[in-house]
């Protein structure tokens, strides 16, 4: 059972940065793609970046690109995502999944992904 914990998450005036980490517990972090979501009080769960288990590959959704970065530590069995120039619309509760399912490719569909962690609030001031 693969175990997910994220942290950093807070309150950020528009403009700052924030980083998110996941841990990840219980299994081969190494050979999961990672992915972090965000979902916003009344509206559905969206991707927002994600990993590739081997590295090379990553996505960014069209709204964070430029502005996010997702980055991975397989020896510390951690994921980070780094907000930069957060804006009142990233706010939302922010979670990290791992996909073990889909070596091929880089999963982005939330259905694809394994497990998840509880999640972290971030909340950007205008």
């Known amino acids: 059972q693969v175990q997910l914990v994220e942290s950093g998450g807070g309150l950020v005036q528009a403009g700052g940065s924030l980083k998110l980490s996941c841990v990840a517990s219980g299994g081969t972090f190494g050979s999961y793609t990672m992915g972090w979501f965000r979902q916003a009080p009344g509206k559905e769960r969206d991707s927002v970046a994600a990993?590739?288990?081997?590295?090379?590959?990553?996505y960014y959704a069209d709204s964070v690109k430029g502005r996010f970065t997702i980055s991975r530590d397989n020896a510390k069995n951690t994921v980070y995502l780094q907000m930069n120039s957060l804006k009142p619309e990233d706010t939302a509760v922010y979670y990290c999944a791992a996909d073990m399912s889909h070596p091929l490719y880089t999963a982005v569909n939330d259905r694809e992904y394994d497990y998840w962690g509880q999640g972290t609030q971030v909340t950007v001031s205008s």
């Open positions: 990993m590739h288990w081997l590295g090379g590959r990553t």
